[in-house]
Antibody, heavy 120, light 113 residues
Framework: EVQLVESGGGLVQPGRSLRLSCVAS????????MNWFRQAPGKGLEWISYISSSSGTIYYADTVKGRFTISRDNARNTLYLQLSSLRSEDTALYYCGRRGITPGFWFSYWGQGTLVTVSS | DIVMTQSPSSLAVSAGETVTINCKSSQSLLSRVNHKNYLAWYQQKPGQSPKLLIYLTSTRESGVPDRFIGSGSGTDFTLTISSVQAEDLADYYCQQHYGFPLTFGSGTKLEIK
């Protein structure tokens, strides 16, 4: 069974940093590209970053480009998101996600999310 | 960036009715390579993570009931839920998977009368 478990969220002051993790199990992690999404309280879904299986291709949404860094450790089956220069508008539930078996950028598997609250 | 516009933002129906949710993209999602439209639909129940319902406009994810039907082409797409059930209470989102940045519609809240 595919499982994605996020962690690392919490309360952080504006301008500070935080690192989120997503531990994967139930599949060969190194075979799949991975993504981060977020959902502000009471708002819709936002894709924020993609990393290919070998880390050779990375994309970011404009809202986080230059402030967030996606990475992965295939030996540890773990996806990361380094959040820097945090703003109040970054307050959200952060999800990691993976496609299904068929190649494409739709997402069959989601974690339960980790909550980041940016506030002084 | 491709902007996804969803309508309505909310609707309330009685169990057994048919629901239609619309999604319009700011540019065509039709691939010239394989002639497929790159549009997905998700369901998000209260307090839960999103669940994939449909991808490539009309392909149902494994295990999704056949009362969920996706259709459309180019820039105009529809999710139809026939014979709505109480368990369908949720927010529904469209997402273009044509290119990066991937973008979602703003969501449709479905309430059951």
């Amino acid at each position: 069974e595919v499982q994605l478990v996020e962690s690392g969220g919490g309360l952080v002051q504006p301008g500070r940093s935080l690192r989120l993790s997503c531990v994967a199990s139930g599949f060969t992690f190194s075979d799949y590209g991975m993504n981060w999404f977020r959902q502000a309280p009471g708002k819709g879904l936002e894709w924020i970053s993609y990393i290919s299986s070998s880390s050779g291709t990375i994309y970011y949404a404009d809202t986080v480009k230059g402030r967030f860094t996606i990475s992965r450790d295939n030996a540890r089956n773990t996806l990361y998101l380094q959040l820097s220069s945090l703003r109040s508008e970054d307050t959200a539930l952060y999800y990691c996600g993976r496609r299904g078996i068929t190649p494409g950028f739709w997402f069959s598997y989601w974690g339960q999310g980790t909550l980041v609250t940016v506030s002084s | 960036d491709i902007v996804m516009t969803q309508s309505p933002s909310s609707l309330a129906v009685s169990a057994g009715e048919t629901v239609t949710i619309n999604c319009k993209s700011s540019q065509s999602l039709l691939s010239r390579v394989n002639h497929k439209n790159y549009l997905a639909w998700y369901q998000q129940k209260p307090g839960q993570s999103p669940k994939l319902l449909i991808y490539l406009t009309s392909t149902r994810e494994s295990g999704v009931p056949d009362r969920f039907i996706g259709s459309g082409s180019g820039t105009d797409f529809t999710l139809t839920i026939s014979s709505v059930q109480a368990e369908d209470l949720a927010d529904y989102y469209c997402q273009q998977h044509y290119g990066f940045p991937l973008t979602f519609g703003s969501g449709t809240k479905l309430e059951i009368k």
